[in-house]
């Protein structure tokens, strides 16, 4: 039996060595060179005497860039002289939200006055407000179904406290506002927050 396996085992390793020579055929072999204590303790010497990089001095060696006077006009046209702070599109925004809540609240965004609520109107949609805070389901009050039939819709609506409603209450408004806004009002509206009429 043990002759049976040696046999097996000198055909496997005949085997194994043709595949060698078929994966490198000219038989080229390269020595291993052992690594001796003292390489190490160099390479480790050179890691710890490096300094980093000075600022004058680039990773790169002795290579400097040429710059002729046709690439330095175009870096001056990108650079500018003068080092005052640029607007930024988020300056822009704060700018115009602070410009709209200085309106006078006698004025409306669009700078025409509207006319002086009744006590019983701001009573009624104060009211509804109030019932918007625990609506779930049902009929909701006909003021505030009337409310995008208004021409100073948006005043009625910040009387009713829409930041308290309740969930439903949000979904329901949300649908008849929705619904009954002409699209003109809401153009009307559109010109009036980016300032064209």
Known sequence: MSSKILKEALIQQ???????DAQNPNNIVFPDEPVTQTQVDDDEDDIDNFAGFSDNHSQFGGYEEEVNEDEEKLLEAFFSKDAR??????????????????????????????????DSIIEVYKSVGEIF??????????AFKSIPAKQHWEELLY??????????AVYQ?????????SSKKEKLKGAEFYGSA
């Open 173 to 181: 408004a949300t649908r008849i506002l929705a619904s009954n806004m």
């Open 159 to 168: 009387l009713t406290e829409p930041e308290k409603w309740s969930p439903n």
């Open 133 to 142: 805070k625990k609506y779930t389901s049902g009929k909701l009050p006909l």
């Open 14 to 20: 005949k085997e194994i060595q043709e595949e060698t």
């Open 85 to 118: 702070p640029q607007r930024t599109l988020a300056d822009i925004i704060v700018e115009k939200i602070k410009e709209k809540d200085q309106v006078p609240s006698g004025l409306s965004a669009g700078n025409e006055p509207f006319p002086k609520l009744d």
